[in-house]
């Protein structure tokens, strides 16, 4: 199989996103067979013309300008039907294709967003926009463009093999024994540019991912003074991506001119044997003009059909590509379960709860506390402990490894996740801003949200005066990731995000860490009136925003070292006196 079991498989694959087209699909069958029969039938008529039209006579060439010319018409109407069939063909097949991959673009993006955390973790932003957007227009090239042509010409083929086997078969034989030859050589070919197509596209996705790792990490390379190493190995992988680019390049491009020396071979053979044929009276000049003709409209197609499965065999190791991402399966189960409270009290209960991101490495060990409707409860231990893991875990960014997290006594795991990632709301340590305006922001994950409501919110969130400070007010366009705002400003503006949605549960990760006093205080205070109604869970780095809470936890060593108030902690001198006083100190 020429094309290769795995992309057979992947062009399978590809079907279904046809299906709705099918009627479409057969119209460009049927212009495409038009096109291709007035192709065929343009060197019949030449050839028709020479016999026709033209007697060798004692004065000389005696021409039948009746027939001639009506001949002439029928052939330029011909060339007409060529040009209109040729055009619709494109139009519906660029028509086709579009609907096509717009509808695997969409599909892929909507997988994608319901894939767990820890893929992205693991895949990166770059490889995956480079399947997204390079392998998909990879696809709608080489099968908008390239597979509708090969189709073409494979019918062009068959239809010329009739017409030649009818009009002298010792010219069609001869016409025929290079179609081996071609085959062969294509063969041999593309078998070598398959592997390096595909390298190429990976390299590409890593790429990639480089570039948009340096952009967004610009100001940390430029501190460092560290340009030249990261073009270094910018340099490594790009030189990389040549060789292998190189490298496919040189075995595409030495298909056509060895194709075309057997073309050329064949147009000898064609016109010699015709002309011994003549002489013996077997073939007219016209049927040799017939088959001149086709010999260069034979072979050419072979040659073309050779390029376009190299352009599908690009475009199927793109497809191959996005069926990875579709073939990978999220771990957190997510159906829909008919167990969904109408309203919860907020009460958050961690059982004997134990992870590790990975097999090796234990991460939390038989946890568990609870925190009661309406509570504040802070989470504190040394980095790398485990407090943002919990916040991963009641999420569902990830499922427990053993015992159970309960949301108001039920498992969240039984929690369809929609509604449980409705019903938490978190202000993350890094918060991020969409390229839009700051309503937009604010309201974000929200159907429809009256102005009174968001100016409330503002002001609970203490961003009032900041937004009344912008050009545009609520409609002022934030810049990529809300560059033209202060990371202070961004947790305010989280915090209002989170304070629009009607969640039982709040959680603050590390919201006040590198913040100066006075956002701090700020963010203290919109903590402050979130308390008054809702379960609080506060992730603490700096441990004077922890003083206040009902309880706070202690993590060390995977485990609940401690749990008190303030006083009661520090009345123990423990690990929270021993965290404490060391963060008094510095």
Same mark, same amino acid.
């Given at each position: 199989?020429?094309?290769?079991?795995?992309?057979?498989?992947?062009?399978?694959?590809?079907?279904?996103?046809?299906?709705?087209?099918?009627?479409?699909?057969?119209?460009?069958?049927?212009?495409?067979?038009?096109?291709?029969?007035?192709?065929?039938?343009?060197?019949?008529?030449?050839?028709?013309?020479?016999?026709?039209?033209?007697?060798?006579?004692?004065?000389?060439?005696?021409?039948?300008?009746?027939?001639?010319?009506?001949?002439?018409?029928?052939? *330029?109407?011909?060339?007409?039907?060529?040009?209109?069939?040729?055009?619709?063909?494109?139009?519906? +097949?660029?028509?086709?294709?579009?609907?096509?991959?717009?509808?695997?673009?969409?599909?892929?993006?909507?997988?994608?967003?319901?894939?767990?955390?820890?893929?992205?973790?693991?895949?990166?932003?770059?490889?995956?926009?480079?399947?997204?957007? %390079?392998?998909?227009?990879?696809?709608?090239?080489?099968?908008?463009?390239?597979?509708?042509?090969?189709?073409?010409?494979?019918?062009?083929?068959?239809?010329?093999?009739?017409?030649?086997?009818?009009?002298?078969?010792?010219?069609?034989?001869?016409?025929?024994?290079?179609?081996?030859?071609?085959?062969?050589?294509?063969?041999?070919?593309?078998?070598?540019?398959?592997?390096?197509?595909?390298?190429?596209?990976?390299?590409?996705?890593?790429?990639?991912?480089?570039?948009?790792?340096?952009?967004?990490?610009?100001?940390?390379?430029?501190?460092?003074?560290?340009?030249?190493?990261?073009?270094?190995?910018?340099?490594?992988? %790009?030189?990389?991506?040549?060789?292998?680019?190189?490298?496919?390049?040189?075995?595409?491009?030495?298909?056509?001119?060895?194709?075309?020396?057997?073309?050329?071979?064949?147009?000898?053979?064609?016109?010699?044997?015709?002309?011994?044929?003549?002489?013996?009276?077997?073939?007219?000049?016209?049927?040799?003009?017939?088959?001149?003709?086709?010999?260069?409209?034979?072979?050419?197609?072979?040659?073309?059909?050779?390029?376009?499965? %190299?352009?599908?065999?690009?475009?199927?190791?793109?497809?191959?590509?996005?069926?990875?991402?579709?073939?990978?399966?999220?771990?957190?189960?997510?159906?829909?379960? +008919?167990?969904?409270?109408?309203?919860?009290?907020?009460?958050?209960?961690?059982?004997?709860?134990?992870?590790?991101?990975?097999?090796?490495?234990?991460?939390?060990?038989?946890?568990?506390?609870?925190?009661?409707?309406?509570?504040?409860?802070?989470?504190?231990?040394?980095?790398?402990?485990?407090?943002?893991?919990?916040?991963?875990?009641?999420?569902?960014?990830?499922?427990?490894?053993?015992?159970?997290?309960?949301?108001?006594?039920?498992?969240?795991?039984?929690?369809?996740?929609?509604?449980?990632?409705?019903?938490?709301?978190?202000?993350?340590?890094?918060?991020?801003?969409?390229?839009?305006?700051?309503?937009?922001?604010?309201?974000?994950?929200?159907?429809?949200?009256?102005?009174?409501?968001?100016?409330?919110?503002?002001?609970?969130?203490?961003?009032?005066?900041?937004?009344?400070?912008?050009?545009?007010?609520?409609?002022?366009?934030?810049?990529?990731?809300?560059?033209?705002?202060? +990371?202070?400003?961004?947790?305010?503006?989280?915090?209002?995000?989170?304070?629009?949605?009607?969640?039982?549960?709040?959680?603050?990760?590390?919201?006040?860490?590198?913040?100066?006093?006075?956002?701090?205080?700020?963010?203290?205070?919109?903590?402050?009136?979130?308390?008054?109604?809702?379960?609080?869970? *506060?992730?603490?780095?700096?441990?004077?925003?922890?003083?206040?809470?009902?309880?706070?936890?202690?993590?060390?060593?995977?485990?609940?070292?401690?749990?008190?108030?303030?006083?009661?902690?520090?009345?123990?001198?423990?690990?929270?006196?021993?965290?404490?006083?060391?963060?008094?100190?510095?």
């Amino acid at each position: 199989m020429m094309l290769g079991g795995i992309f057979g498989n992947t062009l399978l694959r590809l079907m279904p996103y046809f299906k709705p087209h099918a009627l479409s699909v057969l119209w460009l069958f049927v212009f495409s067979f038009l096109d291709v029969l007035c192709k065929v039938l343009s060197p019949v008529l030449i050839g028709h013309i020479f016999d026709e039209c033209f007697e060798l006579s004692e004065a000389g060439v005696d021409v039948k300008w009746q027939t001639l010319s009506f001949l002439l018409l029928v052939l *330029l109407i011909i060339y007409l039907g060529d040009a209109f069939f040729s055009w619709i063909t494109d139009w519906k +097949s660029v028509e086709i294709v579009q609907n096509m991959s717009g509808c695997l673009r969409e599909d892929l993006t909507r997988h994608i967003l319901k894939l767990d955390v820890k893929f992205f973790e693991k895949e990166g932003t770059g490889a995956l926009m480079s399947r997204v957007t %390079n392998d998909v227009e990879l696809i709608r090239q080489g099968l908008g463009n390239s597979a509708v042509q090969m189709i073409s010409t494979f019918i062009m083929l068959l239809l010329m093999l009739v017409v030649m086997l009818f009009l002298n078969w010792r010219l069609a034989v001869a016409v025929c024994f290079m179609i081996p030859l071609v085959l062969g050589l294509s063969r041999f070919v593309i078998r070598q540019t398959r592997q390096h197509f595909a390298k190429q596209q990976k390299l590409l996705s890593e790429l990639s991912r480089f570039a948009e790792e340096e952009l967004q990490s610009m100001r940390l390379i430029k501190g460092f003074g560290c340009e030249d190493l990261r073009l270094s190995k910018f340099k490594n992988i %790009n030189d990389r991506f040549a060789d292998v680019g190189a490298k496919a390049q040189i075995y595409s491009g030495l298909l056509m001119p060895l194709l075309r020396v057997l073309d050329n071979v064949s147009y000898i053979v064609v016109a010699v044997l015709g002309a011994l044929l003549a002489f013996k009276g077997l073939v007219t000049i016209g049927v040799i003009q017939t088959f001149l003709l086709y010999t260069k409209q034979f072979l050419r197609p072979i040659n073309r059909m050779a390029t376009q499965i %190299n352009e599908i065999q690009a475009a199927l190791a793109g497809a191959a590509r996005v069926f990875e991402v579709f073939d990978c399966k999220r771990e957190v189960d997510s159906e829909e379960t +008919s167990c969904v409270p109408r309203r919860l009290k907020g009460a958050v209960k961690f059982e004997n709860v134990s992870f590790g991101y990975s097999a090796e490495k234990c991460v939390l060990n038989n946890v568990s506390f609870e925190v009661k409707p309406g509570e504040t409860v802070a989470i504190i231990g040394r980095t790398g402990v485990g407090k943002t893991t919990l916040v991963n875990l009641l999420l569902r960014f990830f499922d427990v490894n053993g015992g159970s997290i309960k949301l108001d006594d039920v498992d969240v795991r039984d929690l369809p996740l929609s509604f449980l990632r409705r019903s938490v709301a978190i202000v993350p340590q890094d918060v991020f801003l969409f390229s839009e305006s700051i309503r937009y922001n604010i309201v974000y994950g929200m159907d429809s949200v009256e102005d009174d409501k968001v100016d409330f919110v503002a002001k609970a969130a203490n961003i009032d005066g900041v937004v009344s400070r912008m050009p545009d007010g609520y409609d002022t366009v934030l810049t990529c990731c809300g560059e033209n705002v202060s +990371s202070g400003q961004k947790q305010l503006f989280s915090m209002a995000r989170v304070m629009l949605r009607e969640a039982a549960v709040f959680v603050l990760d590390e919201a006040t860490s590198n913040m100066d006093q006075h956002t701090e205080c700020l963010i203290q205070d919109a903590v402050t009136k979130l308390r008054k109604e809702k379960t609080c869970l *506060l992730i603490a780095h700096r441990l004077s925003t922890v003083r206040n809470a009902d309880r706070i936890v202690v993590l060390s060593d995977g485990g609940v070292a401690e749990v008190g108030t303030h006083d009661e902690l520090m009345a123990k001198h423990g690990v929270y006196y021993e965290i404490y006083s060391a963060d008094i100190e510095s």
